[in-house]
Nanobody, 134 residues
């Protein structure tokens, strides 16, 4: 399973970006999907998470009200290789500058309950996409 992020770039403060994560061929009935970010010299942090086939979402306090995570994943889309996860990022700030990674894993109580799931809960990762806010 290869996760592929896209949509990163450079924007001015206050601008918007929409990140996408293609997850072809993932085989669970439900998934915990998440976005993490890592800035230079800092640890990787969870930004948002969502459980597919459900409504539970998690947002870090630093992005609440500005970022929205969503997914379009089901068996039909899986067959056509169009399973996708997104994160709409509005009102971007310089402190949002980082490499953003999408991650996928089997469902777990933290993710299903709308709580932060640590990186160890995820089994597959993308290569990352750079977001720079100036």
């Amino acid at each position: 399973v290869q996760l592929v992020e896209s949509g990163g770039g450079s924007v001015q403060a206050g601008g918007s970006l929409r990140l996408s994560c293609a997850a072809p061929g993932y085989r669970y009935d439900t998934y915990c999907m998440g976005w993490f970010r890592q800035a230079p010299g800092k640890e990787r942090e969870g930004v948002a998470a969502i459980v597919t086939s459900g409504e539970a979402t998690y947002y870090a306090d630093s992005v609440k009200g500005r970022f929205i995570i969503s997914e379009e994943m089901d068996r039909e889309k899986e067959r056509s290789g169009k399973n996708m996860m997104f994160m709409q990022m509005d009102s971007l700030k310089p402190e949002d500058t980082a490499t953003y990674y999408c991650a996928a894993g089997p469902p777990n109580p933290r993710c299903s309950g709308g709580y932060a799931a640590p990186s160890d809960d995820y089994t597959h990762w993308g290569q990352g996409t750079q977001v720079t806010v100036s």
